[in-house]
């Protein structure tokens, strides 16, 4: 495991470890059972597009979409890319572009058709260090992939901790 994924483990791991302080009736082997079960049944409704394709791809390996179980839960998500021209870097003019790529999803109840969680995610990348036409097309290309993989992951963060805030304490009485 390298250093950056340790560091970027460590919130998740102090919010688990708080929420494990108040409720440990809960081992963590069933909490595992438990988040598998319900990110699996989550249904990912299918984005649009090469960028949509990428983000909906990568959620559903990282939300165990293959594992057998009955949809609970939908999410619908809508992907925006917005990017600048120009930015200065330490009051300097470039030729350097900045592009955002911003996920909304909504966590919907199937069966009760409630809106659970509703939210944003957004991550930024630096693109024109490229000369040619043709390697800065390539360069806004491979930037849109990474910051729809990033942001599936993100997605599936905040929904683990919405699944984590709402778990209920296994009586085992």
């Known amino acids: 495991m390298s250093l950056r994924n340790i560091i970027i483990g460590l919130p998740l791991l102090f919010l688990?470890?708080?929420?494990?302080?108040g409720c440990t009736s809960l081992s963590k082997d069933q909490i595992d059972a438990a988040m598998i079960d319900r990110l699996a049944s989550v249904?990912?409704?299918?984005?649009?597009?090469?960028?949509?394709?990428?983000?909906?791809?990568?959620?559903?390996q990282t939300m165990f979409s293959n594992y057998a179980t009955e949809s609970e839960y939908r999410l619908a998500s809508k992907i925006s890319i917005s990017s600048s021209e120009a930015f200065a870097?330490?009051?300097?003019?470039?030729?350097?572009?900045?592009?955002t790529m911003t996920v909304?999803?909504?966590?919907t109840d199937i069966?009760?058709?409630?809106?659970?969680l509703r939210n944003a995610?957004?991550?930024n990348a630096t693109l024109g260090t490229v000369s040619s036409?043709?390697?800065?097309?390539?360069?806004?290309?491979q930037a849109?992939?990474?910051?729809?993989?990033?942001?599936?992951?993100?997605?599936?963060?905040r929904l683990q901790l919405y699944f984590l805030s709402t778990a209920q304490p296994i009586d085992k009485t």
């Open 16 to 21: 688990l470890g708080g929420f494990l302080g």
């Open 121 to 123: 995610v957004s991550a």
């Open 89 to 99: 870097v330490r009051g300097v003019s470039s030729d350097f572009k900045k592009m």
């Open 111 to 116: 069966n009760s058709n409630d809106v659970l």
């Open 133 to 141: 036409k043709y390697g800065n097309e390539q360069s806004v290309l």
């Open 144 to 157: 849109k992939k990474r910051l729809a993989k990033l942001l599936a992951e993100r997605v599936r963060r």
């Open 43 to 60: 249904e990912i409704l299918t984005l649009g597009g090469r960028d949509g394709q990428i983000y909906s791809r990568n959620l559903r």
């Open 104 to 107: 909304s999803f909504t966590l």
